[in-house]
């Protein structure tokens, strides 16, 4: 009865939520630039009566709601943007830029689905608020910026995330994917993968294009590199083990018949279990020194690490806990097992600094038929947009509610329920 109190003013709530949600859509910004959405979320929670608190992390909120004795529930929601051109062609479609952190100005758009993000957080935010009558406890609602930069909930827990109402005893988060919209995906142990980003400088000797005899050709240099790094999961990684290199960017050389001095590389590695992390990270290491050797470069390569994301990995208790309250509220046709996913996100730095169990879950955000029919010819990675692609774009409704429910679902389960899992 709790839960049904507490939501029962969502329904009146979902068209403010649709604007605040196109507002963020239509105005993005940038990771560690998040100043226009950090003050209007800021500007939500101290209406709602949080005591909040701003500027953690660089642009991060907090927003604390004491409200008696009983457990303290983090709900986090990231807030960036990714530098992308969107190519929805909604009317609330982005058309703001940004500089990025190469100082490059940049189209930015919520590619990723952080503004959905954010108005779950807000939505259940003030909900829990309202209904504080029906619960007992604290309620810590944390907006990070910089999630995309991989360093934003790190930025947060080293700047005192925890101090004004101390640490969690749980935290909760969510994130929306190309599933049919109001579809709830859970998973124990390990749901996203680990992720660490290289960057490569290949060193040769140039010269003039008609003339390689005398140089050191860091493009053939590179070349060689990237072949031989698509080896290491072919022949070096089991195949009960999984793993991902991807070598996303290659820069050599500003004109034809230039051989340039150097090449750089920027290497994307995806794993979901931290002894193939190491030994990914290492082949890779091992195979641009070995290459850089045998095209006899002047200088031995720089590796530089410029990214990582930790394993996102949940609890089995909670997430079991968690799992069957929202079969309990949505049913058993719309709660169902969440892939392994090899997408990343630092959201368990917070779980692991604070020392205590963690959940994450995914919530479908796109035309449940459209997905449904296009799983069914078996042309779903061909015809439904996934996350970071231009034209994803979460259809408003059933999503925001779908988003706002599990959140308050989530919070309550551990709210009214102390000690269970």
């Given at each position: ?68 004795p009983g457990p303290k529930v983090m709900l986090r929601a990231d807030i960036d943007a990714l530098p992308v051109e969107e190519k929805t062609g909604l ?246 097992p969440a892939p392994l996913v090899t997408g990343s996100e630092d959201f368990s730095e917070f779980g692991r600094a604070a020392g205590v169990p963690s ?63």
């Open positions: 009865m709790s839960l049904e109190r507490v939501l029962a003013p969502l329904r009146a709530a979902l068209p403010g939520l649709e604007d605040l949600y196109t507002d963020l859509h239509r105005h993005p910004e940038l990771s560690f630039a998040e100043t226009r959405t950090a003050a209007e979320l800021a500007r939500r929670l101290e209406a709602d009566g949080y005591e909040v608190h701003t500027g953690i992390g660089r642009t991060g909120v907090l927003g604390v709601l004491r409200n008696g009317p609330y479609a982005s058309t703001a830029r940004g500089v990025d952190a190469e100082g490059r100005d940049v189209p930015v758009m919520h590619a990723c689905g952080h503004d959905m993000h954010a108005t779950w957080l807000s939505g259940a935010a003030s909900l829990l608020a309202a209904g504080r009558e029906h619960w007992s406890g604290t309620l810590m609602a944390v907006f990070q910026p910089g999630e995309e930069a991989g360093d934003g909930a790190v930025g947060m827990v080293r700047d005192g995330v925890f101090g004004p109402a101390g640490e969690p005893d749980v935290v909760l988060g969510q994130h929306v994917v190309p599933g049919p919209a109001g579809w709830v995906l859970t998973r124990p142990g390990v749901i996203m993968a680990a992720t660490d980003a290289l960057r490569v400088t290949l060193h040769g000797r140039g010269g003039h294009g008609s003339r390689p005899e005398t140089t050191v050709d860091p493009a053939v240099l590179a070349a060689s590199v990237v072949l031989k790094l698509q080896t290491i999961v072919s022949r070096e990684i089991s195949a009960t083990e999984s793993a991902v290199v991807t070598v996303g960017s290659l820069h050599v050389g500003t004109a034809h018949n230039i051989i340039a001095d150097h090449a750089v590389l920027e290497v994307n590695i995806r794993s979901f279990d931290q002894a193939v992390r190491e030994k990914v990270v290492a082949a890779v290491e091992r195979i641009v020194h070995g290459e850089a050797a045998t095209a006899g470069a002047p200088k031995p390569p720089e590796i530089e690490r410029i990214g990582a994301f930790p394993v996102t990995e949940n609890d089995e208790k909670a997430n079991e806990g968690l799992t069957a309250a929202f079969v309990d509220h949505f049913g058993d046709a719309r709660v169902m959940v994450f879950w995914l919530v479908g955000g796109l035309d449940a038929e459209k997905v449904i029919a296009a799983m069914t010819a078996g042309r779903f990675e061909q015809d439904i947009p996934s996350n970071h692609s231009p034209l994803f774009a979460p259809i408003p409704h059933p999503t925001l509610s779908a988003g706002v429910e599990t959140l308050v679902v989530a919070a309550l389960h551990r709210l009214t329920h102390p000690g269970v899992g």
